[in-house]
C-alpha cells in the first residue's frame, strides 16, 4: 500500500462532526453583522506579496519570518493572506469604495501564518472579522465593541475580558516612539536580537514582544499615556464614556499594542483566561493611516478580528457548542422494483417539503442491516417500502425515537402526514 498522506503541519481538517459549532458561530455572526447593517465581502486568499509588506510591514514577525510566499508561474511574489484587513482596504480602493464614503463590512475566511503550531495557533486557522471606513470618531470603535460583546452574549461565552488602550494621534505616536527609542537604547545590552534590529525601524512593536526574558524591560517601559495630546484624550475619553454608558465592563491596559503597524487611537483586545496562553479572541482598534498607505487618498478606518478555533475551543469548554443533530428520516426497502419506487416517492417528498431532511437507503443489504442503520443516522422516523406496502400502495411509518405505534400510510398522503409529524 503506499504511504498515506498528511494534513500540512498546523493545519486541520473541519470533519463533519466538528460542523454544527463552526456553523453555529459563522450563523450567528452572519446574523450579528448583518443586524447592525454591515455588508458582507469576500477578497481572494492569495495577494500580491508587497501588499502585506507595504501595510503590515517589513518589519514584522508576520511579514519576515511567517508568511507564505511564492513566486507565481511569471515570477510574481504572491503570499496566502496572514490577515484579511490588507485585502479588504485593496478591493475597497480597487473598486473606488472609500472616497469620501462610509462602509460597514464583514468577512469570514482562512488565514495563514507559518508560526510554531501549539494550542490555539494554527498555520492556517479562520478568522471573522469587521471593517468600517470613513468614520472618525469613537462612536465607530464603539460600536465595533459593541457588537462584539453582543456576539458573546448570544453565543453564550463567558469570562472574556476587554481591554482597551489609546495609541494617540499619529503625531503622539511619533513623540512617543523618541521616548521609546531613548529609553531601550538606555537598555541595549538587555534586548535581544529581533528588539535591536526594531530599535530604529519599530520600536512600538518591541513591546509587543512574547519573550518572556523581555518582559521586566517592557513592564517598566514608558507609556503612552504620557504622550497623549488633549485631542487623542478626549477620543479617548468619548469612547469609555459610550462604553460606561451601555454598560460594557473594560480594563485600560495602558501596555496594549497591537502588533501591526497601521493603528492609531483606539486599541482593544477581548482577552480569556480559560483558554491557557493564547487567551485573545478578538483584537481591533482605529487604523487611519492605511487606506493612504496603499495608495487610497486618506480616510479614517476601524475594524477588529476574532479567531475562530479559539471561540471554537471555549464554546466546547463551556459546554455552549452545537451539537450534531440526525436526519429527519430515512427511507429503507425490501423487494422487487421498490429501490425504484422508493426514490420516486423521496422526490416527490422532496418537491413537496423541502427543508426535509431525508437519507434514501442506498447500497442494498439486509432489511435488518438497512434498519440499524436508519437508527444509527439519528433519524426521527423510518419510512419502509416493503412487499405488503409496495402491494397497498402503501409507506409504513416508524417512529426510531418515541413510543408510538407504526403507522400504514397512503403513499400519496405521506408529505403531509410527515409534516404534521415534524413541525
Ligand atoms: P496573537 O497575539 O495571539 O499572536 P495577533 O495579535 O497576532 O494574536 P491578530 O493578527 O490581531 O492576532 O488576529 C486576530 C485574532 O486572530 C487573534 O486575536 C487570534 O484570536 C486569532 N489568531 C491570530 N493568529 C492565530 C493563529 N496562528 N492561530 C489561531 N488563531 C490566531
Ligand atoms: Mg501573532
Known amino acids: 500500500m503506499a504511504d498515506q498522506l498528511q494534513v500540512i503541519r498546523g493545519m486541520h481538517d473541519i470533519l463533519p462532526s466538528d460542523m454544527p459549532v463552526w456553523n453555529q458561530l459563522e450563523d450567528e455572526y452572519r446574523a450579528l453583522a448583518e443586524s447592525y447593517g454591515y455588508r458582507q465581502i469576500r477578497t ?42 490588507a485585502s479588504v482596504v485593496r478591493a475597497g480602493l480597487q473598486a473606488g ?16 501564518r507559518h508560526e510554531r503550531p501549539q494550542k490555539g495557533r494554527y498555520r492556517q486557522f479562520h478568522q471573522l472579522g469587521a471593517e468600517t471606513f470613513g468614520m472618525p470618531g469613537a ?7 459593541l457588537m462584539a460583546a453582543r456576539f458573546w452574549k448570544r453565543l453564550g461565552l463567558e469570562d472574556i475580558e476587554l481591554q482597551v488602550n489609546s495609541l494617540g494621534s499619529s503625531a503622539c505616536r511619533q513623540a512617543f516612539r523618541a521616548v521609546l527609542v531613548a529609553y531601550f537604547r538606555d537598555h541595549y545590552q538587555s534586548l535581544d536580537d529581533d528588539s535591536r534590529r526594531r530599535l ?31 485631542e487623542s484624550r478626549d477620543h479617548f475619553d468619548e469612547l469609555l464614556d459610550i462604553l460606561d454608558k451601555t454598560a460594557v465592563p473594560y480594563r485600560v491596559n495602558r501596555r496594549l499594542v497591537r502588533g501591526l503597524d497601521y493603528y492609531c487611537h483606539t486599541v482593544f483586545e477581548w482577552v480569556t483566561e480559560t483558554l491557557g496562553a493564547q487567551g485573545t479572541v478578538c483584537g481591533g482598534g482605529r487604523y487611519d493611516g492605511l487606506v493612504e498607505q496603499l495608495g487610497g487618498r486618506p480616510n479614517f478606518a476601524a475594524g477588529f478580528s476574532m479567531g475562530c478555533e479559539r471561540l471554537v475551543s471555549m464554546l466546547a469548554d463551556q459546554g455552549r457548542a452545537r451539537g450534531e443533530t440526525g436526519s429527519d ?7 422487487a422494483n421498490s429501490v425504484a419506487r422508493a426514490q420516486q416517492l423521496a422526490e416527490s417528498l422532496r418537491d413537496r417539503l423541502p427543508r426535509l431532511e431525508l437519507i434514501v437507503h442506498a447500497g442494498g443489504g439486509s432489511f435488518k442491516s438497512q434498519m440499524r442503520k436508519a437508527d444509527r443516522s439519528g433519524a426521527r422516523i423510518a419510512l419502509i417500502l416493503a412487499e405488503s406496502e409496495m402491494e397497498a400502495g402503501t ?25 404534521s409529524f415534524l413541525d
Open 44 to 85: 481572494p486568499i492569495v495577494e500580491k506579496t508587497a501588499l502585506f509588506a507595504r501595510s503590515i510591514g517589513e518589519v514584522t514577525d508576520i511579514v519576515e519570518k511567517e508568511m507564505y510566499s511564492f513566486a507565481d508561474r511569471n515570477g510574481d511574489s504572491l503570499s496566502l493572506r496572514p490577515e484579511n484587513t
Open 97 to 112: 469604495l472609500l472616497q469620501d464614503q462610509q462602509h460597514r463590512l464583514w468577512y469570514s475566511g482562512p488565514m495563514f
Open 139 to 145: 462612536d465607530i470603535e464603539a460600536e465595533l465593541i
Open 200 to 230: 530604529e525601524s519599530n520600536p512600538l512593536r518591541i513591546l509587543d514582544s512574547k519573550n518572556p526574558e523581555m518582559q521586566l524591560l517592557i513592564e517598566a517601559a514608558p507609556t503612552l499615556q504620557d504622550s497623549l495630546d488633549a
Open 329 to 335: 428520516v430515512y427511507f429503507v426497502m425490501r423487494g
Open 395 to 419: 409507506v409504513a411509518v416508524k417512529f426510531l425515537r418515541e413510543e408510538r405505534p407504526q403507522e400504514e400510510v397512503r403513499q400519496n398522503e405521506i408529505a403531509t402526514r410527515l409534516s
